[in-house]
């Protein structure tokens, strides 16, 4: 079945570190997305790359940075400049614009 | 800029009466609007798309949605809830005529009650 899938599905920070967030796709969808979630709260863009090999910042990229290499694949780091981390994170893909995002089943991210 | 406004963050409803959550939107274009529905620990799922077609738009699960331009608003409705429709809903619009990204509500909490 075709689909996003997300690992690990929880993972916890030390203080100063770095931690990457795998994203992979199999639906040859062009776009990938990173969101946010704080609890009660709707979804926050960190970054987005609409096409291999480029990639722009969202709402909130500071202190996260990410990398599209392979069209099926979009890490998101946390970086210890992130300094509130705790999240639940949301990676997403669509083929195009106007075209609805299909969504992973997310990372929960807490801190040590 | 375009915004999204949900305008309860929570309902209750009685297992088999109506179901309405509220969207409102601001866009300075014309977007395409979105619900999409969020179990626990999950990841979103889209329930049904507006794209400038038909006002009135069927999703899945019984779900549907009137986009009323003269009002911005895209409600989301069904005539009779499931114990299964409890979760998380969020209205989103795209922020340009590229439609490359989304904006997304606070989100409405949907209780089921038997």
């Known amino acids: 079945d075709g689909g996003i899938t997300q690992s690990p599905k929880y993972l916890f920070r030390k203080e100063g570190q770095n931690v990457t967030l795998s994203c992979e796709q199999n639906?040859?969808?062009?776009?990938m997305y990173w969101y946010r979630q704080d609890p009660g709260q709707g979804l926050r863009l960190i970054y987005y790359?609409?096409?291999?090999?480029?990639?722009q910042k969202g709402d909130i990229a500071e202190g996260y940075s990410v990398s599209r290499e392979k069209k099926e694949s979009f890490p998101l780091t946390v970086t210890s400049a992130q300094k509130n981390p705790t999240a639940f994170y949301l990676c997403?893909?669509?083929?195009?614009?106007?075209?609805?995002?299909?969504f992973g089943d997310g990372t929960r991210l807490s801190i040590l | 800029a375009q915004s999204v406004t949900q305008l309860d963050s929570h309902v209750s409803v009685s297992e088999g009466t109506p179901v309405l959550l509220r969207c409102n939107y601001s866009?300075?274009?014309?977007?395409?609007l979105f619900w999409y529905v969020q179990h626990p620990n999950k990841g979103l799922q889209l329930l049904l798309k507006y794209t400038s077609a038909a006002t009135l738009v069927k999703g899945i699960n019984g779900f549907e949605a009137e986009f009323k331009k003269s009002e911005t608003s895209f409600h989301l409705t069904k005539p009779s809830a499931h114990m299964s429709d409890a979760a998380e809903y969020f209205c989103a619009v795209t922020r340009n005529n590229a439609g490359n990204m989304l904006t997304f509500g606070g989100g409405t909490r949907l209780m089921v009650k038997p």
């Open positions: 639906l040859n969808h062009d776009a």
């Open positions: 997403a893909s669509s083929i195009s614009g106007n075209q609805p995002q299909h």
């Open positions: 790359s609409q096409i291999v090999n480029d990639f």
């Open positions: 866009s300075s274009y014309s977007p395409s």
